[in-house]
T-cell receptor, first 115, second 111 residues
Framework: DAGVIQSPRHEVTEMGQEVTLRCKPISGHDYLFWYRQTMMRGLELLIYFNNNVPIDDSGMPEDRFSAKMPNASFSTLKIQPSEPRDSAVYFC?????????????FGPGTRLTVT | SQQGEEDPQALSIQEGENATMNCSYKTSINNLQWYRQNSGRGLVHLILIRSNEREKHSGRLRVTLDTSKKSSSLLITASRAADTASYFCGTGGTSYGKLTFGQGTILTVHP
């Protein structure tokens, strides 16, 4: 398996623009997580899905952020409009309940810079 | 707010020495996981310890958990330069899969 795939790897955009981050989880995994990592706040869980259904979005900072999972193999995190304080590395991770493991598999991340 | 808090924030040792990192948390947990992050990469799972376990080993890794003190430690024995990375503890509660991470410990192993 190729692991969790994220795109783009780097994104530079101007304040006010819409940004869409993409994630393909490991095939067969039923949980998907979106995290944000900054020096100031560390690694924060934004939202997670189970079987494509959002379970907990309490970490989403504000209404400018939205996430969808239209099917088991694809998820998006959208920021509209983007602001400089959204600059961070965004990680997607997936996990499977089938083997009882709680281990999360992380993607390589998308480094977002908002100028 | 962060659940797990790692200590120390940074650790610098020589190759061959042991490295010990600690994690403290505030609320009851179901499990605690340790992850490694190399610069510019995603997190990689190292080891999981459940709340009813006290110690676990995996290769050169040893993890302990003291639920009465709400703390865990990760010991890396005979460290190598390749162990240089940031190490995070993630605490899992009753909601499957949801982890709360600390700020991490930056480990530097000098050859």
């Amino acid at each position: 398996d190729a692991g969790v795939i994220q795109s783009p790897r780097h994104e530079v955009t101007e304040m006010g623009q819409e940004v869409t981050l993409r994630c393909k989880p490991i095939s067969g995994h039923d949980y998907l997580f979106w995290y944000r990592q900054t020096m100031m706040r560390g690694l924060e869980l934004l939202i997670y899905f189970n079987n494509n259904v959002p379970i907990d979005d309490s970490g989403m900072p504000e209404d400018r952020f939205s996430a969808k999972m239209p099917n088991a193999s694809f998820s998006t995190l959208k920021i509209q409009p983007s602001e400089p304080r959204d600059s961070a590395v965004y990680f997607c991770a997936s996990s499977s309940t089938r083997d009882g493991s709680y281990e999360q598999y992380f993607g390589p991340g998308t480094r977002l810079t908002v100028t | 707010s962060q659940q797990g808090e790692e200590d120390p924030q940074a650790l610098s040792i020589q190759e061959g020495e042991n490295a010990t990192m600690n994690c403290s948390y505030k609320t009851s947990i179901n499990n605690l996981q340790w992850y490694r992050q190399n610069s510019g990469r995603g997190l990689v799972h190292l080891i999981l310890i459940r709340s009813n376990e006290r110690e676990k080993h995996s290769g050169r890794l040893r993890v302990t958990l003291d639920t009465s003190k709400k703390s865990s430690s990760l010991l890396i024995t005979a460290s190598r330069a390749a162990d240089t990375a940031s190490y995070f503890c993630g605490t899992g509660g009753t909601s499957y899969g949801k982890l709360t991470f600390g700020q991490g410990t930056i480990l530097t192993v000098h050859p």
